[in-house]
């Protein structure tokens, strides 16, 4: 079974069977000899891995406690400010942008002594789901480098499952974390809106972004999640975590927990991810769980829903980009207005400049009504439609994404294709639910396929409960050859 | 059907430039996009009021003098700058 990684190094750690130095060199080794492979990393930074892996190596010969999360090797999706390191969203127009503050998701971690690697890839922007419109070229699967490690955190997704970091911290938006966790065979978790800080994180749609843990078990996304979820006055959409913390109840017993399955949920779903879903309601029904059918006609909405919202926000949020303050600048210009222009034009790819295209046409004059205004109120529908599916069902199982991962180069072809396959993750992000795919099986060329456990608003404890007690059962996870071996 | 012109108005409310070798490719996929996004257009449900998500509520404080980033490190950043400010060309003549 998938045990946690980070309880396992946090022993090896205390007991001094390796130092902390050499857990990170090891690491660092490791990324610098399979990260050509993977493309996960953009910006490695081994010199202040080492400085703190330095002070917690101190703190353990002195003989001071350290925390779980302390010394840990760990990396940040590249749209999480960090103070004094690129942070390029891996766009042009953010190239050489160095935040001068720490996002709050890693002053947290900072302080705790977490050892960060570095920066991982993803689509640019966040806008996309293979990683493929990233600046810097698309992330692999470690599963099989001929596949995309999914979008947009998929440089997180790739580092984690190619055991090029213990842990890390995507954002999702349409099912950023969700997805590339999927396809990469690992563990991903899409917090309540309001549950983590978005201070310093990159704005893409603020009114849906989150950040959340991928790793490879559930037990390690529990303890990032219990770390990270804290109420902060920096962001006036925070709550923080209700209740105790998720790792108190992971273990805890689901006998008569009530799994949902909307059937809307598996239409146009590939047979062998469907057979997969079937086999994790057989496990959860030997688990004592009882399994409740239900519909949920209102999802039917959600992809355009979702695109309207997503985008109209998207193209408010992306109209900082000037080249005046930070970011790219273009180089020739006869006055203020060109150069804006210019810089916007050659400093966005062709994927964030449709968003900004869209975003702008469904808010403009004559268009509003018909477009922003109706998707905003199809969303309330959608959130009533979920507030209703839990007051039959503790949880929702559903896919993550109706396939597994495409090939190098496939999702660029068409749009709608490509934006069809985030249909399993978005309901979650319009109605601010919490969300977490786990690892449910492979198909028949050995690429993973992820289930997802839906919860009522901040009701983490209760869907990484289900998600621990399927993992223990089932033992899905398979290791990957890459980067470091424990 | 989105036309080019709308995508070229469109273009200048976003401050983007698109040349004469991108409007085709571009209109026929926004053209798809809106197309996509219309179909919300279709459902007889009107939905809900809706404006807000997880019953926030608006956070108040007072406003206090608290210490900033230095400007030097916030100008850093910058392409061009003079004396403590951004650079840009004049805007009035």
């Known amino acids: 079974m998938s045990e946690s ?43 202040t891995a080492l400085e703190t892996a330095g002070k917690v190596d101190e703190k353990i010969a002195k003989g001071e406690n350290i925390g779980l999360l302390e010394g840990i090797p760990m990396t940040l999706k590249d749209n999480i400010s960090t103070d004094g390191i690129k942070t390029t969203c891996c766009s042009k127009i953010l190239e050489d942008y160095v935040p001068i503050y720490d996002a709050t998701v890693w002053n947290i971690l900072k302080n705790q002594n977490a050892v960060l690697l570095g920066k991982t890839n993803m689509d640019e922007f966040a806008m996309g789901s293979s990683c493929e419109t990233s600046y810097f070229g698309g992330a692999k699967n470690p599963h099989n480098v001929n596949h995309v490690a999914g979008g947009s955190s998929g440089g997180v997704a790739s580092a984690v499952g190619g055991n090029l970091a213990v842990y890390g911290l995507g954002s999702d938006t349409g099912g950023s974390i969700r997805q590339p ?13 309001g549950a983590v800080s978005r ?37 006036s959409t925070s709550q923080g975590r209700k209740g105790e913390p998720v790792t108190a109840t992971l273990k805890n017993d689901i006998k008569g927990m009530k799994i949902g399955i909307a059937r809307e949920y598996l239409d146009g779903v590939r047979d062998d991810v469907k057979e997969a879903i079937d086999k994790a309601a057989a496990v959860y029904q030997s688990l004592g769980a009882e399994i409740v059918y239900f519909d949920l006609p209102a999802l039917k909405y959600a992809l355009p829903v979702y695109y309207i919202l997503a985008c109209a926000e998207a193209s408010s949020n992306l109209g900082r980009y000037d080249g005046i303050r930070y970011g790219y600048k273009a ?34 004059s004559g268009y509003y009504d018909a477009y922003y205004k109706k998707a905003q109120n199809l969303r309330g529908t959608i959130v009533n439609a979920f507030q209703n599916a ?40 319009i109605a601010g639910l919490p969300g977490v795919s786990v690892p449910c099986g492979y198909n028949s060329k050995g690429m993973p396929i992820g289930m997802q456990l839906i919860g009522n608003t901040f009701g983490e404890a209760k869907i990484l409960n289900a998600a621990w007690q399927y993992e223990n059962a089932a033992d899905i996870f398979k290791p990957t050859d890459f980067g470091v071996q424990l | 059907m989105v036309s080019k012109e709308e995508i070229m108005k469109i273009a200048i409310l976003s401050k983007l430039f698109v040349g004469e070798d991108e409007i085709d490719g ?25 404006d807000n998500i997880n019953n926030l509520s608006n956070v108040l404080r007072e406003d206090e003098v608290i210490p900033s980033y230095d400007r030097e490190k916030i100008l850093a950043n910058a392409k061009d700058s003079d004396d403590g400010c951004f650079l840009v060309k004049n805007i009035m003549k």
Request: overall charge negative; hydrophobic content about 40%; aromatic content about 10%.
């Open chain 1, 199 to 235: 201070y310093g994180l990159i704005a893409y749609a603020s009114s849906f972004d989150q950040i959340g843990p991928i790793t490879t078990s559930v037990e390690d996304t529990a303890i990032v999640f219990d770390a990270v979820s804290q109420y902060d006055e920096k962001d």
């Open chain 1, 5 to 47: 990684k980070i309880a396992k190094l946090h022993e090896m750690l205390v007991s001094k069977e390796i130092s902390c130095k050499e857990l990170t060199k090891q690491y660092i080794d490791a990324i610098e000899k399979d990260n050509e492979a993977l493309n996960a990393y953009v910006t490695a930074t081994p010199e």
């Open chain 2, 26 to 50: 571009l209109t026929e996929d926004m053209d798809k996009i809106i197309a996509f996004a219309d179909t919300i257009n279709n459902a007889s449900d009107e939905g809900t009021d809706f």
């Open chain 1, 181 to 193: 966790a999927s396809f990469c065979g690992i563990v991903g978790l899409k917090p309540t809106y």
């Open chain 1, 331 to 364: 180089d020739s210009y006869f006055d203020v207005n060109d150069m804006i222009k210019k810089t916007r034009s050659n400093g966005f790819g062709d994927e964030v400049k449709k968003r900004i295209l869209l975003g702008t046409y469904v808010l403009s």
């Open chain 1, 390 to 429: 839990f007051n039959v069902c503790d949880v929702i199982l559903a896919p993550t994404v109706p396939m597994t991962a495409f090939e190098n180069g496939h999702a660029v072809s068409d749009p709608i294709e490509t934006y069809l396959t985030d249909i399993c993750t978005v309901p979650v992000n």
